[in-house]
DNA sequence: CACGCAATAGGACGAGTGTCCTAGGCTCTC
DNA sequence: GAGAGCCTAGGACACTCGTCCTATTGCGTG
């Protein structure tokens, strides 16, 4: 069993334990016990703890982004992109209920903290926030595409904070059902359009 | 100074303090230091951390319920009353911005703490979605109230969690300003109205 | 076989935690 | 003035935490 094998389980392993724990509630004990290596041993491949949470979000950033790219790949439609973004806290709806949102719950986490890498925790928010941007830029709303872009955000923390606190799978899929109207109604309304506007054509429909 | 201001001191500076630096994370030395009083004379007041949590919850529980209470009376109308709440991010946009919502942050980390107080902080949810479903049955929308108070709901949490992220304001006001004509728009659309689609989509079309 | 290096194990250390215990100060009442 | 009871202070305790140190294993090379 090479290093660099036992040191991608313990990214894997401490990723999990900070999503389903928290950060500061997992312990080393904790982790290296899923690893099953000896406490001692963490520090040849990581020079502290902090070091770890550094890694999981750099492997977190990967997967996210490597994600992207496959939606990218998938759909050549903005709108079906945007949309599977929409359909994640469906995807993932188990481990939502459970756990909350990966990014969002983190990133307060770090915030209380005060802990540094809370910038580094951010960034997973700014990948998504651009690529959504991209998106809606795509969709003909170049002067309000991060407006959009925010709004969607937005719509998936709410959902997955709520569906994590009542454990509620309908209201995520009636929620789920509802942006991709809006998002329809957005598609429909491009280019010229202020957000005011938008408004006016979604929102009687959506009620 | 008697017992019973203490008490409330110590309950006011831990309520502060679980909302800025999250439960865990803050220590009893740290609330003992805000009021100024001995780590050991703390246990005359309460048994035990969990005992402080229950107290600040249940004070929380009292201090929302009035405001609600207070709202009642401010506004006959339920539109108004709704607006209020949609309001809050905004009003209390400064807390926000710096440390999240008071509500969901500690529903989040008490259920990755796995503490047993998670359902009286789930209590603060349920209060608010009471309230709001009961304005929406005012407003006519018996039938789907509950689905439009959890709709609400996820507004203030999704604006919370990103103002928190990105310390935005003008996001803030700029998601208000859509939840504010989203409003309007169910105002003017009472009673009969189906959720459009969403009832439709609810089922197997969502996958 | 002997050597060297990557990898691991396991214990020691100091700091910090929640909790508990005991002694003492305060303020009222007789 | 003395006693009683509410309130407080401060240290001791056992435990866990992240961190560090040292000894030891496993394996490939000369």
């Not at 990723?15 to 000896?38: K, M, N, P």
């Not at 969002?104 to 928010?125: I, M, Q, R, S, V």
């Not at 969709?139 to 569906?163: P, Y």
Request: glycine share 8%; charged share 25%; proline share 3%.
């Amino acid at each position: 069993m090479g290093g660099a094998t036992t040191r991608a389980h313990i990214v894997e392993a401490a990723d999990r334990l900070f999503y389903r724990q928290g950060y500061e509630h997992t312990s080393f004990a904790a982790i290296a016990e899923a690893v099953r290596i000896s406490r001692g041993n963490f520090y040849y491949h990581f020079k502290s703890k902090d070091d770890i949470l550094t890694a999981v979000i750099a492997a977190r950033l990967d997967d996210r982004r490597r994600m992207l790219e496959q939606w990218e790949a998938d759909e050549p439609d903005p709108v079906g992109r945007i949309g599977r973004f929409i359909e994640i806290v469906v995807t993932n709806r188990a481990d939502i209920q459970n756990y909350g949102c990966p990014v969002g719950t983190l990133t307060t986490e770090l915030a209380k903290l005060g802990h540094p890498a809370l910038n580094d925790a951010g960034d997973l928010f700014t990948l998504f926030r651009e690529w959504l941007r991209r998106q809606f830029v795509l969709l003909g709303h170049e002067a309000e595409a991060d407006a959009l872009a925010m709004h969607v955000l937005a719509f998936s923390q709410g959902v997955a904070t709520l569906a994590h606190a009542f454990q509620d799978e309908d209201f995520i899929r009636r929620e789920v059902q509802r942006m991709h109207d809006w998002l329809s109604a957005c598609a429909a309304n491009p280019g010229t359009a202020r957000h005011a506007g938008n408004e006016d054509a979604v929102g009687p429909a959506n009620v």
